[in-house]
Every structure is written in C-alpha cells, then in structure tokens.
C-alpha cells in the first residue's frame, strides 16, 4: 500500500508501522519507540494535532486531520491522516488503524490556485493544466485509499473466520471425543470380553457422529454448497405431519394456530431442508416470545405477477411463520439473515439458524421475505417456486420403511481414494450379498471397466484425486452405457442440485450415511427399470 499506516492499543500507543513508514521517515521502529510520533510533526502543527487525536482515543470516535510529517531528508510533505477503531463483538475498542496519505500534491495545487486568484489573467491557462494534473494525482491517491480500505474490511472477514474456526473446532472436537472415547471403551470391553455392555457405547459414538454430520450439514446450507434434491413437495402435507413436532418444540405457553389454503400446488423443493428451516423458524419465533403468544404458520399461492422482484418461477407457494414476539429494530432486521450474526445471550444461539434458511431457499430458487415491528412481533415469509418437468426420483425416502433386500451376486465396483472409507464400503457391500471390486482413483477404476469383468454397478466417490467421479462415470459409460452409477459425496460444488448433475440411472447419497442408506440406494439402482 501507498500509504503509511500504524496500529495502536486501545489507549493509542502505537506499537506498529509499516515499511512505507520506515522508508519515508528513515526510522526504526526502536527509534519510534523511544522518541514517539510526535518527533516528525513540524512543530507549528503538533499542539492541535496532538489535542485532536488525543481526544479521538479517548472517545472512541474516527479520527482525521491533515498536517505536515518530515522525510528522512529533512523535508516536510503534507498528509491526510486517519484512524479507525476496531472493535469487537461487545463494543469495546481492540486497537486502532491508521493510515497516513501524502497529499503535497493537493495542497500544492491549493496554494496554487490561491496563485492564481492574484494575477489569474496572466496564469489561468498554466494553472488550469497544472489543476488538472493535480486532480488525477488525487483521484489516484483516492482510489489507493479504498484500496487499503478494502484490505481492512479483509481483515475483519478474516478474523471473523478465525473465530468460526476456532468455534467448529471446538463443537468437533466435543463430537469426536464422543465418538474416538466410546470406540476405545468398546475395544478394551470387547477384549475383556464384556460384550454385553457394548451396547450404550456404539449408541454414544453413533450419537456424537451424527451431531456432527448435522453441523456440517447447517454449514453447507449457510454456505450454499449442501447437495439439494429438488422434488414436488406438497408442503400442506409436510406441515401437517409436523405439526405435533412444532407443538412440542413452542411448549404450553404458546398458541399455534395452522391455516393452510386448500388450493395448492405442489412446490419444487428438497422436503428435508425446507423441515428443517421451518424447524429453525419456529425455534425463533419461539425464543422472541419468552412470556408465551401466538405462532400461526400459513401457506398459499402467489402467482408470478406478485411474487417479489427477481424470481422467475410461474407460480410460487408461500409458507410464512408469524410471531407476536418482541419484534425486531431496523439495525438487526439489516444483519437477520447475516451468517453467525445473533441477537441471543452467548451460547444460546449460533447465528446460523437464519443463515441457513436464506442460502437452502435460495438456492432452490425462492426467496426469503421478513418483516417485524419492535413490540409487535415477525413475520418471515418463504417463496418456493412451482416447476414441471423434474425427475422422479428412483425410490422415495420418505415412505414407511421397508425390507432391506440384499444382493443376489451382482458386482459392484467400488471407487474411493480414502481406504477407511473404501474399506468399509467394501466390507457392508459384501455383507449385503454382493460381489465387490474396488479401485483407489479413476485410472485404476478404468483398468477394471475397459476389461472383461461383469460390472453391474458404480460406486464411486465425486471428490477423487485428479479425474473426479462424474468424469470417472462418463468414461465408464462410453464403454458399458447401460452401467449404472451411485456417486457418494460429502461435498461437490458441481452436485449442489441433484438434478443437474444426475443423468439416467445415477443417484447420489451424501456421508456420512448408515449401511441401511447404502442398501437402499444399490438396490434401487439395480432394480430399477
């Protein structure tokens, strides 16, 4: 950066330069911390400029003033100086940024357009070209300065990250202590031969392991990057089988009242997220009114013409969740939706609850509508768009369980380039009755389908080393085009929606998933028509 910049505790002892500082003033950083700033300010400026910064430090508020700092040669040059808190969550000041922009060239064309005023007939055309020159000097100092501005804010996203890091690390850390200390008790029970008391430790591992996937999960929705499976979803049904869920999670103290319109179509979105958004919109709503209330929950169709600027759907359907709670002030219905931000004590809220909503509805082309009144509650309305044409998928998830039916001798090839993973995938697909070979990549994969082995099913991770899993399939194809292909992912930026990214005869399961998942997805794939 162009300019000279310094950092400063919270009582504005500055403790930090950076090089443009040295190179200008010919310093170090042991000589400014012996003789101070005020050491290079030409001294018909240092009183008021010293009163001025001083009282900014001990207000909290920006500082900003221009003055004259000598050069290394003895020489002074005008600067436009400023300096910003940074504060945390609460409030509170953690240091303080400055930056100092050389200006001599602004100021040198104010002294000479005072010039000019006293003799402008002689010099007017000089110095307007002088003006000029000037002019793009600044525009150019300008545009550095939002330069440095933009690396700031940077640097405050940044360090919003690091919080979140340590954050996840912590709650995974609490997870997968669960799930490494129950696996160690049930290897010292298993060796002592007390296998009857195994039992509670696999549930605690289970447990801690699907806590786990449930955070990634909220996090990939805030992200926008979970694998959405885009179905007809008939949302009056959906709300209705969760309505003595909803009952539950509100408590006696708060009335819900449920009205649903008659004449609805079917919406096109992932039925498992849009529950657990109006999951997250009924916890809310149900923390703003701590003295008890009322939560209706409505559904009805908006046609194109009224739905919100920008969605292109032909008709929408609307699912809205309507508090009487505290309501919101306009500063926290700007940042509602913001990731990590929460209005809830510590340890009371995530801050993705909301997030979460507005990147999965998103993303299935809706939108998300709040409005709230301080005092008199919020309301948050869903827009989830009606669409034709989407594939069915091979078997729904959502029916009443069934018989798992295993194998009967088929071969599968199995592609995963983690070996525990490829391991355990091998081992549960060979429980099941199926023939089983595996590969560690995608050349190693297409050795095995260009020969003459019987293949008659893909298992192949998305995320492979190099030729990636839907590259891998595509080959395959060409060579044995009626193969089918069962992509497993924890993360594919290319598979955020099912649809695209799936031809005939694929399915995706996402990890982490239970055996029984596996079974499900392999026999639908080969019994299908």
């Known amino acids: 950066m162009s300019q000279l910049a310094w950092i400063a505790d919270p009582s504005g002892e500055i403790y930090w330069y950076n090089a443009r500082w040295y190179s200008y003033t010919g310093t170090s950083l042991e000589a400014m911390l012996a003789l101070g700033w005020r050491s290079l300010h030409h001294p018909d400026h240092l009183e008021r400029v ?111 990250i690091g919080q979140l890091t340590g954050g996840i690390a912590h709650d995974f850390n609490n997870m997968l202590t669960g799930v490494l200390g129950a696996l160690d008790l049930v290897q010292r029970r298993v060796a002592a031969g007390r296998i009857e008391e195994v039992g509670r430790y696999i549930d605690a591992a289970v447990s801690s392991a699907n806590r786990a996937a449930a955070l990634t999960h909220r996090l990939l929705a805030f992200a926008r990057r979970q694998s959405l499976n885009p179905q007809p979803v008939e949302i009056n049904g959906m709300v209705v089988s969760m309505e003595d869920l909803l009952r539950r999670t509100l408590g006696e103290h708060i009335e819900l009242e449920i009205d649903l319109c008659s004449q609805m179509r079917r919406a096109t979105t992932d039925e498992h997220q849009l529950e657990n958004a109006l999951l997250n919109l009924v916890i809310n709503a149900r923390d703003a009114m701590p003295e008890g209330g009322r939560l209706l929950i409505g559904t009805d169709m908006v046609p194109a013409a009224t739905a919100p600027e920008g969605l292109t759907a032909d008709d929408y359907v609307r699912l809205s969740v309507q508090d009487t709670g505290c309501g919101m002030p306009p500063d926290v219905i700007a940042r509602a939706f913001d990731p990590f931000f929460t209005t809830k004590p510590i340890g009371q809220g995530t801050g993705l609850g909301l997030s979460m909503v507005y990147g999965f509805v998103s993303q299935t082309g809706g939108h998300v509508q709040l409005d709230s009144v301080v005092g008199k509650g919020t309301r948050i309305e869903l827009y989830l768009p009606c669409r034709a044409g989407l594939p069915q998928p091979l078997f729904d998830n959502a029916e009443s369980p069934v018989q798992l039916k295993g194998g009967q001798g088929e071969t599968v090839l199995v592609v995963e380039d983690e070996p525990e993973v490829r391991m355990l995938v091998i081992d549960a697909l060979t429980d099941l009755g199926y023939r089983v070979v595996d590969a560690p ?79 499900l997805r392999v026999r639908g794939l080969l019994d299908a028509d």
């Not at 600044?138 to 919003?160: F, N, P, W, Y």
């Not at 194809?477 to 799936?502: E, I, K, S």
């Open 50 to 160: 010293d009163a001025r910064i001083m009282r900014c430090f001990a207000t909290g508020s920006v500082w900003e003033d221009t003055f004259p700092l000598r050069g290394k040669d003895g020489s002074y040059r005008w600067f436009l100086s400023r300096a910003l808190p940074i504060r945390d969550d609460q409030g509170g000041i953690t240091y303080w940024l400055g930056t100092n922009t050389d200006i001599t060239a602004q100021v040198s064309a104010e002294e000479a357009l005072r010039e000019l005023n006293e003799s402008l007939e002689q010099r007017v055309a000089e110095r307007t070209r002088e003006l000029a020159t000037a002019n793009e000097l600044l525009q150019v100092e300008i545009s550095e300065r939002a330069i440095a501005e933009d690396a700031l804010r940077h640097a405050q996203k940044m360090d919003a």
């Open 441 to 519: 990549d995608g050349p190693a994969a297409l050795l095995i389908v260009q020969g003459a082995e019987p293949i008659d099913l893909l298992v192949t991770d998305v995320g492979l080393p190099g030729m990636n899993g839907r590259q891998l399939a595509e080959i395959a194809r060409q060579h044995r085009p009626q193969l089918r292909v069962l992509f497993v992912t924890g993360y594919a930026r290319n598979a955020q929606v099912r649809g695209d990214f799936l031809g005939e005869g694929m399915d995706m399961l996402a990890k982490p998933f239970s055996i029984d998942d596996l079974s």
